[in-house]
């Protein structure tokens, strides 16, 4: 059970004082945070080198195709420009190539690494192929020697798909050298005989304004230009690479090894049985981990104190226990050895006195233990005071008995209310009435005041008696657990030393004061004020 003061500094958010003002954030944060507007712009700024690189090979791609396609269409026409000036055509009036002049021609002119000539008559026949006018011989590396006792490729298999393959090509081939024959140039991107993909122009070969055949320009060299593109996407997806490895290191650095340190320390209190968090390099911080670091190090001060509250509390009941029952085990041996029934009935007396006062212990103790629970556990709303303290009033009048001190009640008309708990608010007012009648002399009256006032906190309720007063030295200390001060002849034992401390229990945790003063006129005053709900302007 913590005192009144740690309960209620552990009520408030972070475990502040009630006066401390609570600490104000930044109120804009990227993203709403600052670690997640960190992340946020490391894998946005990935995403953005990668996507920005994506989208510039996706441009460049085409382009360079259709770069080398006109590349190519000026030297086809170059070449079917040269044809006809040296005489390759033929014959009158019906003008043909010449196969055995086209092959001599192209024999002699340069065809560049990797380009093959192709020329085809009117019917689509080919007549001259430049890979057979070469001396080069066209080919592919033999495949690396496989150990000894592998399995051959099935021929037949290989065969079929090299028959497929061909055919394809063959077909694709036919397909672009008829559309050229049709007297439109062709620019088309395929495969070849050996399956590589291959940059194709065909150019009508033409006498005048007759075409005569097609001269065909291939280049083999897409797959060099497709690996260019690759080779250029790579350094864009390094980058990105090393950014995202980059905020994969500072998140470790920053966010994981931080928590890893604070579940650390939070083994070690439960393993060494302290009783706080300190990190002071990750409190300095000035995002969520320094947040984190110094809500734990807040909360395990708050379990801190409240275990150091609870011992205390044990300490004092057993100590106010065992009080009355000393008494009541001394009264009781004494008993027996009593020869006179006025010294048995003194006895007996002082029996029930000691029983009353450790019945109102127990009581007091009881009350107090379940406060945490009652008031974590009783949703606030509006409670008028006004109406409350009428009842609680009402009741001491109906039920009072000769002799005892009466109670009178002053309020404004209008309600006032605080937002709270009827039922520990009614304690509140419960107990300082008893506590001022306790200390009233025959004759006195206690006054309850309720006003509204123009202070921060509006709602003031005064409770005065017509008593001794308090010494000025324990204005503050009648607020301390089991604190009692009884003036001469009252009856031992009606005052626990819980009452008081329990009112500032449940004042603070309502977010209210209470303080203790003299009258100049003599007696006590108690004062406490609240917070109003629906404040009139």
Do not use: C
Not at 69 to 80: D, G, H, I, K, R
Request: glycine fraction near 8%; charge should be negative; avoid cysteine.
């Amino acid at each position: 059970m913590a005192s009144a003061t740690a309960t209620a500094r552990a009520d408030l958010p972070g475990g502040r004082e009630p006066d401390e003002e609570p600490v104000r954030r930044p109120l804009f944060r990227f993203g709403g945070s600052r670690l997640g507007g960190f992340i946020l712009v490391l894998n946005l700024l990935s995403l953005l080198i990668l996507f920005g690189g994506a989208l510039a090979i996706n441009e460049w791609r085409p382009g360079l195709i259709e770069a080398r396609q006109e590349s190519l269409t000026v030297q086809a026409e170059l070449l079917a420009n040269v044809l006809r000036e040296e005489g390759v055509t033929r014959g009158e009036p019906t003008p043909e190539l010449d196969p055995i002049r086209a092959s001599i021609w192209l024999t002699d002119r340069f065809i560049p690494a990797g380009q093959r000539v192709r020329l085809y008559d009117v019917n689509g026949l080919l007549l001259v192929d430049s890979y057979q006018v070469t001396e080069a011989i066209g080919g592919r590396p033999l495949p690396d020697a496989q150990p000894a006792g592998t399995a051959a490729e099935d021929a037949a298999k290989a065969n079929l798909l090299s028959e497929r393959r061909v055919a394809r090509a063959d077909s694709e081939l036919a397909a672009e050298v008829a559309a050229a024959l049709d007297g439109s140039p062709q620019s088309t991107l395929r495969r070849n005989e050996s399956g590589d993909r291959v940059v194709s122009v065909s150019i009508p070969v033409r006498h005048v304004r007759q075409v005569l055949g097609v001269l065909t320009v291939e280049s083999g060299d897409v797959d060099e230009i497709l690996g260019a593109q690759r080779q250029a996407l790579f350094p864009f997806a390094l980058v990105a690479l090393g950014v995202n490895l980059l905020g994969s290191l500072l998140l470790h650095l920053f966010v994981a090894r931080p928590i890893m340190r604070l579940s650390a320390a939070a083994d070690q209190v439960k393993l060494q049985r302290a009783r706080a968090i300190s990190l002071p390099d990750l409190e300095d911080r000035k995002d969520e981990i320094g947040d984190l670091a110094r809500s734990l190090e807040s909360m395990t001060d708050t379990l801190s104190t409240r275990m150091d509250a609870i011992e205390r509390f044990a300490a004092d009941v057993s100590h106010e226990i065992k009080n009355p029952l000393t008494s009541i085990r001394s009264a009781l041996e004494t008993l027996p050895l009593v020869k006179t029934d006025a010294h048995r009935e003194k006895l007996t007396a002082l029996l029930q006195q000691d029983v009353r006062r450790l019945d109102r212990l127990i009581t007091d103790i009881s009350n107090a233990s379940r406060l945490d629970a009652e008031l974590s556990r009783d949703r606030p709303r509006p409670v008028d005071v006004n109406r409350l303290l009428a009842d609680i009033v009402g009741i001491y009048e109906t039920t009072a008995k000769p002799g005892d001190i009466p109670v009178t009640f002053t309020a404004p008309e209008q309600p006032l209310r605080v937002m709270g708990r009827d039922g520990p608010l009614g304690q509140v007012f419960r107990n300082l009435i008893d506590n001022a009648r306790s200390f009233s002399p025959a004759g006195g009256v206690v006054k309850v005041t309720l006003e509204e006032t123009t202070d921060d906190l509006p709602i003031r309720v005064r409770v005065e008696d017509q008593g001794p007063g308090i010494p000025a030295e324990n204005l503050e200390t009648v607020f301390e657990r089991f604190y009692t001060s009884r003036p001469k002849g009252a009856v031992f034992g009606s005052n626990s030393g819980l009452g008081l401390s329990i009112v500032r229990q449940i004042a603070e945790a309502h977010g209210g004061r209470v303080h203790a003063e003299n009258r100049p006129e003599g007696g006590a005053r108690f004062e406490i004020v609240f917070p109003a709900v629906g404040r009139r302007a």
